[in-house]
Every structure is written in structure tokens, then in C-alpha cells.
């Protein structure tokens, strides 16, 4: 019975020792399937991150240049771009789109762990990209308004693409003869009978802020300040204005002078475009007297901020950057901006606002961008309007228009232009309206301009 017992034992201790080998086999197989499923998943993971950065470097190409490809007339000979990092690479292609997506540019990046030629794991972006056309001389987002242009002479050499026209001031738009007309004679009148009148929308391009800050250089205005808090605004005589808030005159002058700061009350912010900037609400820093008071030198010179022209405590008021004379190279402002034609004539080159930029002076004088390379526009903006609703003076309808002169691109991609006489190049808004003589002379070579993409937007992304 003895012997019995032991052989019973013997076989339950054989069959235990079994039974945690199985199970120690099957924890260890688990804990190995899991571990390489968790290394799997953060492969997978370091490989779309690579994917990602690939197409973000292709986008930041095209800003750079719009016709940059990965093809072997850009020195690609290979067909693909790859840049390699601690954890893997990334390998992309970046080419003219075919069938369905001609005139867009599609971009494939794909990412390795560890590299391309022995991969544990890869994944891939798609993206298309539409890129900025700059084949017109005029694109607009919606209206463009030409009735106060339609009894001078207008020759527009370019492209028009706009999904509205209006010529005649009733209303109704896109009447063929009246407001447009894309065979000849062409409406809006061109010399050149090639071109076209599309009703219609096109490819708007979006501007890059931040490329033409860093472009601006030393040239970036930042001192942009509002006042909203009522009880902070203090007129004290004509032209003499006290704001209590947060040394709203304090030193060190924006740049190159309070000369060259204009303040600017908002309180017509809600009524038609022209009116926002009506004389009554700016002028510019004549003298600081100190930290909260400064007078005030309006260039209309029958303002009167305690007259009808009064300006009260609820007002809100913010700075702005005034520039007249030769200003030289490209300018980033951090607000908005006047180009006063009424103190003299302006020079510049490009100017780039965070706000609205507005040409004051029904004068002679003459405001002249002049571009050597197409580097940059010479007038743009986000989301602010461009005006310049006062008509220049003196001499003949040509001699008008080249007061108002324009080498470079003028655009606002959510805002609204008005021009009242005008020799430029290309004009890109959401709504546009031309008064006066109009010359617009499309020049490709003027046009192609860094800092503009449209949209792009990610197709697929997968593991392979």
C-alpha cells in the first residue's frame, strides 16, 4: 500500500511539474507576444511621426518655391527625397498630380524604422496640395465692383477670375455686356484680346505670416496696443489726449520716432469699409509729452476731438504704424498701417500687415512700390482691408494713375481692396472695387512670390 501511495505521488508531482512548465511556457510566449507588440506599436508610431515630418519639410519646400519637385530637373535623380535620424528615416516624392488631380501637386511620405532597405515597420502620408495660381490679374474670393471705374479708362491686361461682376451699380450682377463679357470686346476692358473674363472661383492662396516676418528682419513694428477699458481715454484739449492705462506712451518710441505712430479710434469699426478710417479717427504722435499724454497732429486739419469730432472714454484706441518718404525694403507691421501721400510722396518696397493698410491723401503726391525681384508683394495682409479711396491730384488720367504704383502683387486673403486710381500688376481680395483710371498690367515675372500655398489636406495614412 506503501509503495502504492508513493508511485500516486511520484505521478502527481510529474504531472504538477508539467503543468508549470506549460504554463510558464505559455506566460513567457505571452509576455513575448506582447512585447513585441507593444515594440510594434511604438515602430508604428516613430515611423508616422517620421511620415509626418516628411510631408511637413515637402509643404515647407513649396512654400519656399512653388515649382520645387522631387524629380531629377531639381536634382533628384533618384525620384525621392530622404533624410535619416536616430530612429529611422523617411523617404518622399513630390510631383504634378495626373487625371482627377492636375494642377495639384501630390506629396507621398513615407517613414522606416530602422531604415528604407531592411524596414520592421513603415508608414505612409498622403497629401495633396493646391497650390497658389498667380496666372491672373485680378482673382476674387467674391465682388468685384468696377461701376466707379466703368467712365474712365480702364485696360486690365490679364486674367479676371471672379464669381461676381458688377459694372452698372443695380445690383444685379454678371450681366453680359454690362458687367462682364469674355469675348471681345472684353469687360472689364483689356488691350489684350488673348485674355480672360471666368466667372467664377478660383485657387486662392494663403499667406504664410510668419515667412515674411522673418523676412522683415530688423524692419518689424510690434507695438500694436489697444485700450477696450472704458474710463481709460481723456481728451484734454483739441489735439491733446490722455490714456491712463498700462503707459500707453511710454518710451522707447516704436522703431524710428512717434512721428511715425499713428492713433487710431475704432468707434466707426461697424460701419462701411471707408468710414473706418474717416479722418476724425487718427492721427499721429506729434509730440509725447509722457507716459499717458500725447498730442495728437490729425493731417485733416479741421478735426476737433472736443468738437463734433469728439472723442469719449469708451472709445477704443490702438496704435498704429505711419510710414511717408523713402522707407526702403520690406516691412512686417504688427497692426495696421497708413501710407500718408498727404505729407509727401511714399517709396517702398513691400509692406506686409497684421492689419489694415490704407493710403490717405487726396494730393500729388505719389505713392510708388518698386520691386526688383518677386521676393514678396508689395501690399498684404490676412485678414485686414486695403484702401486707398482718395483720389490722387493733378495732371492727366495717366499721370493719376502712376501716383498710385504698384510692381508687386497687392493682396488681402479675407479682406476687401478699394482702389481710386491704380498702375499695378495683380490684385487678390475677397471683394474688390476700382474707381477712377485703371491700369493693371499682369507681369508672371513680378508673381512668383515665397510665403503663399493654399490648402492641403492629409488623403490616407496606413501601415505597411
Known amino acids: 500500500m506503501l509503495l502504492n501511495n508513493k508511485g500516486v505521488a511520484l505521478i502527481i508531482v510529474i504531472f504538477a511539474m508539467m503543468l508549470f512548465a506549460v504554463l510558464g511556457w505559455t506566460l513567457v510566449n505571452l509576455q513575448s507576444t506582447d512585447f513585441d507588440s507593444s515594440l ?10 517620421l511620415a509626418e515630418a516628411g510631408a511637413q519639410w515637402a509643404i515647407f519646400q513649396l512654400k519656399t518655391d512653388s515649382g520645387w519637385r522631387t524629380d531629377s530637373a531639381h536634382g533628384y535623380g533618384s525620384g ?107 469687360k472689364p476692358p483689356s488691350t489684350s484680346s488673348s485674355d480672360m473674363r471666368t466667372v467664377g472661383s478660383g485657387s486662392f492662396p494663403t499667406i504664410n505670416m510668419a515667412d515674411y516676418e522673418t523676412m522683415a528682419g530688423s524692419n518689424v513694428w510690434n507695438r500694436a496696443t489697444k485700450i477696450t477699458t472704458p474710463s481709460n481715454v481723456n481728451v484734454q484739449a483739441a489735439n491733446r489726449i490722455r490714456i491712463t492705462a498700462n503707459g500707453f506712451f511710454a518710451n522707447p518710441a516704436p522703431n524710428d520716432g512717434w512721428s511715425n505712430v499713428i492713433i487710431r479710434n475704432r468707434r466707426d469699426q461697424a460701419e462701411v469699409m471707408n468710414m473706418k478710417w474717416a479722418n476724425r479717427n487718427w492721427g499721429y504722435v506729434s509730440n509725447r509729452i509722457n507716459n499717458n499724454v500725447a498730442e495728437i497732429t490729425f493731417l485733416d486739419s479741421t478735426v476737433n476731438m472736443f468738437g463734433s469730432d469728439a472723442w469719449v472714454t469708451t472709445d477704443q484706441i490702438e496704435m498704429g504704424r505711419r510710414f511717408t518718404g523713402n522707407i526702403g525694403s520690406l516691412w ?82 479675407n479682406g476687401d481692396i478699394t482702389f481710386n486710381y491704380i498702375r499695378g500688376t495683380a490684385l487678390m481680395g475677397k471683394n474688390v472695387t476700382l474707381k477712377g483710371s485703371i491700369d493693371l498690367r499682369y507681369d508672371n515675372n513680378l508673381l512668383d512670390l515665397t510665403g503663399f500655398v493654399t490648402s492641403s489636406s492629409q488623403i490616407v495614412w496606413q501601415e505597411q
Open 40 to 49: 510594434r506599436n511604438f515602430d508604428s508610431e516613430r515611423a508616422l511621426g
Open 80 to 186: 525621392y527625397a530622404r533624410h535619416s535620424f536616430s530612429p529611422g528615416e523617411y523617404q518622399l516624392t513630390c510631383l504634378d498630380g495626373s487625371g482627377a488631380d492636375i494642377g495639384k501637386v501630390i506629396v507621398i511620405s513615407t517613414g522606416y524604422i530602422p531604415t528604407a532597405a531592411s524596414p520592421r515597420v513603415k508608414r505612409e502620408v498622403k497629401i495633396t496640395v493646391t497650390l497658389g495660381t498667380f496666372t491672373d490679374s485680378m482673382q476674387i474670393k467674391n465682388l468685384l465692383d468696377w461701376t466707379s471705374a466703368a467712365a474712365y479708362s480702364v485696360n486690365i491686361r490679364g486674367n479676371i477670375t471672379a464669381p461676381n461682376y458688377e459694372a452698372n451699380g443695380n445690383g444685379t450682377y454678371n450681366e453680359i455686356g454690362i458687367d462682364y463679357s469674355s469675348t471681345v470686346p472684353l
Open 332 to 413: 512686417y507691421v504688427k497692426g495696421d498701417v497708413v501710407l500718408d501721400a498727404i505729407t509727401g510722396d511714399v517709396d517702398f518696397e513691400g509692406i506686409v500687415a497684421e492689419g489694415d493698410i490704407v493710403i490717405k491723401g487726396a494730393t500729388s503726391n505719389t505713392v510708388r512700390s518698386n520691386i526688383d525681384a518677386a521676393d514678396f508683394p508689395s501690399l498684404a495682409t490676412k485678414d485686414g482691408n486695403i484702401l486707398s479711396d482718395d483720389a490722387p491730384q493733378g495732371g492727366s488720367e495717366s499721370s493719376k494713375r502712376n501716383k498710385r504704383r504698384f510692381d508687386g502683387l497687392i493682396y488681402t486673403e
